[in-house]
């Protein structure tokens, strides 16, 4: 018993010295890398630029808040691996594009694709350029 709490210690210490929770420290064994926030970074760009969904990567990182509004520069943000998008198919989201229309291209329903990406508010209206969408299976 004596051995778990010094373990414990030592963790919670470890933890301490290098400015990372217990929590944060046991996150990062699922990471497939990190990524250091730099000015200018959003959610968005940081997703579309490792391949995965902004709800991997919110998931992967439970300090982000839900709009993504509280990234800091030289926070150390855990990267899950590559797209967790059931059918694999994955788009990057253009100028002009709204949802309706990649709904169409794909030929899924609008709900599928708004189920798919929970990120995305039932209206469509916070579509990002670059920001990945994951295409739920074609509905033909």
Known sequence: MFAVIQLAAWIMAFGTMTHMSF???AQNATCASNYTVQQGDICQTIAAEFNVTISDL???NPSIDSGCTNLAIGEVLCIPAASACPSGVTYV?????VCIDIADMF???LAALDASNPEVDADCDNLSIGERLCIPASSS
């Open 23 to 25: 929590d944060a420290f």
């Open 107 to 109: 030929n899924v329903t």
């Open 58 to 60: 919110e998931a992967a």
């Open 93 to 97: 989201v253009k100028a002009g594009d």
